[in-house]
């Protein structure tokens, strides 16, 4: 007889990745993983995408489900000679098994989403890509911009005139992308209307001597865990008389066209759906109507303890399954304060850093994730924001060009020189996402200024002829490796050979100089590090440098 399966007697089972049957002890299962022959419970992720952002490639992950929609394009204007056609939908691809890796994208796997904004009326919408995949622009519909609809992922319909409806899924892809806009006929009087925009499923409609074409359906899909219709044609603007109707919007988020000359109703935002056509009322055109703004899903599965890194705003689905997570949110960097002619500006707050674990989610709940811009010359950054948990933003620098000085923030500006003998605080920081700015110093012969805040130590206060330094940041290994975040920025320094401030921990930037003139270097990207600070030279000012944007890295448990 042989002993298996945890002491049942019988023959033994094998395990797989996918299953494991019968009852193990925990040293069976230690052996069979280190074999790499044990199930791991996996987890499937959605993220959704409606602005311009990126995606990191958790590791593990080789490929992903996506869908990629275009912004649609406008409707048409209406005039006194004719009626607006409607805008055709934003492109519309989907498919499974798409290629990613931690090396690919920019090579360290971080890969530009790009979401392509909806076209004004008469204008085109614009392309969304992901990776590979480019899903085009929705045409817009015939207006003043032209007789015929525009061709894109889907076409434009006709203006009166008689305009033609614009090709569709251009250029061509399998499957398709759209389908074209419907004509229009070829008269005014008395209501006739403009052509419908094509839906990714459906062509739009023709225009009748009484109804403007309804814009073609757009296709539903399920990635997001239920199911959504996009990319759905702009209906074709309408003559008002007693019998005519305007066209319809496609189902996904086509927008109606307009009997007469009304307001219009832009399409659907995140839907790709294209704009309504104007109408016409004694001679007076209505205007078009926008098209919507497009989108990008990506899902894809991970094991559990997976980490993930959002270095741009996105919406993060909680997996099935998973209760809680750790995480890391770091706020956009104060920018370095604005040079002057007359002293020198304090180093930029680091972003505030918020550090957890066993923080409790909700299966199949929707999370907004935030990442703050750093802050511009002069400017504070921006916050960052998880749940609950907002990271503050990093207070700019001060400068006589402003205030001397430094704002509060999730770590504090540094205090701004000027001249003849104003010496600025430092800004607050907020406890105990970080640190307070340094303060400034004049003497007469020099204007340093101070260092901006970090998430582990206060910028240094400005001494005769030196600037603060940045304060320290903090490290966090959530990533699975040691990573510094969040030091302050180096103050500018004013004078003839003197010491500029560092950045604190190697990702604030460090301040500028005078004499010799050293120009001012920004906050890292993704670390939340203040700016540093500008001065005056003996040209034009050095300005003061931006922050580095904030992120947000979670891991589920």
Do not use: H
């Amino acid at each position: 007889m042989s002993r298996g399966n945890g002491g049942i007697i019988g023959p033994a089972n094998i395990p797989t990745t996918a299953s494991a049957k019968g009852v193990w002890s925990l040293l069976e299962q230690i052996i069979a993983q280190r074999q790499g022959i044990w199930p791991f419970v996996n987890f499937s992720v959605v993220q959704t995408f409606t602005a311009t952002s990126t995606w990191t490639c958790p590791a593990g992950v080789t490929e992903v489900e996506y869908l990629v929609v275009a912004g649609g394009g406008g409707g048409g204007d209406g005039s006194a000679g004719y009626v607006g056609g409607g805008g055709g939908a934003g492109g519309f691809r989907t498919g499974t098994g798409l290629a990613v890796s931690t090396t690919g994208g920019d090579g360290n796997g971080n890969y530009t989403v790009t979401v392509g904004s909806g076209g004004a009326r008469d204008t085109n919408g614009n392309d969304s890509i992901f990776s590979t995949i480019t899903s085009t622009k929705g045409g817009y519909g015939g207006g003043d911009s032209g007789v015929n609809g525009s061709a894109g992922g889907s076409g434009g319909g006709g203006r009166t005139s008689p305009g033609l409806g614009g090709a569709g899924n251009t250029p061509s892809v399998s499957p398709s992308q759209g389908n074209s806009g419907g004509n229009a006929i070829d008269a005014l009087s008395p209501g006739f209307g403009g052509g419908g925009g094509g839906g990714a499923s459906a062509s739009g409609g023709n225009s009748t001597s009484t109804n403007g074409g309804n814009g073609g359906a757009g296709t539903a899909s399920s990635i997001s865990g239920s199911s959504v219709t996009y990319a759905g044609g702009g209906g074709g603007g309408v003559v008002s008389a007693p019998t005519t109707v305007a066209g319809t919007g496609g189902a996904g988020g086509g927008a109606a066209g307009q009997k007469g000359n009304g307001t219009p109703t832009d399409a659907t935002a995140n839907t790709g759906g294209g704009g309504g056509g104007g109408g016409q009322t004694s001679g007076s055109g209505g205007p078009g109507s926008a098209g919507g703004s497009g989108i990008v899903i990506l899902k894809y599965i991970v094991p559990l303890q997976t980490v993930f890194t959002f270095k741009g705003t996105t919406t993060w689905k909680c997996p099935t399954g998973v209760t809680s997570v750790d995480y890391l949110v770091v706020a956009g960097g104060g920018g370095g304060g604005t040079g002057t002619n007359s002293g020198a500006s304090g180093g930029g707050g680091a972003g505030g850093f918020r550090t957890g674990t066993g923080f409790s989610v909700s299966a199949g709940t929707n999370y907004t994730i935030t990442v703050g811009a750093g802050g511009p010359e002069g400017a504070n950054g921006n916050n960052s924001v998880f749940s609950t948990i907002t990271s503050t933003a990093g207070g700019r620098g001060g400068s006589a060009a402003n205030s001397t000085t430094g704002n509060s923030g999730g770590s504090g500006g540094g205090g701004g020189a000027a001249s003849p003998s104003t010496a600025g605080a430092g800004g607050s920081g907020n406890t105990p996402e970080g640190s307070n700015g340094g303060t400034a110093f004049v003497d007469g012969t020099a204007w340093p200024a101070g260092g901006g805040g970090g998430a582990s130590a206060a910028g240094s206060n400005a001494t005769s002829g030196v600037a603060g330094n940045g304060g320290a940041g903090s490290n966090s290994s959530i990533s699975g490796s040691s990573v510094t975040y969040a030091g302050g920025g180096g103050g500018g320094v004013q004078g003839s050979n003197k010491t500029k401030g560092s950045g604190g921990s190697g990702v604030g930037g460090s301040g500028g100089r005078s004499s010799p003139n050293e120009a001012a270097v920004a906050g890292t990207a993704n670390t939340g590090g203040g700016g540093g600070g500008g001065c005056q030279a003996s040209g034009p000012t050095t300005p003061g440098a931006a922050g580095g944007s904030g992120i947000v890295i979670i891991k589920i448990n």
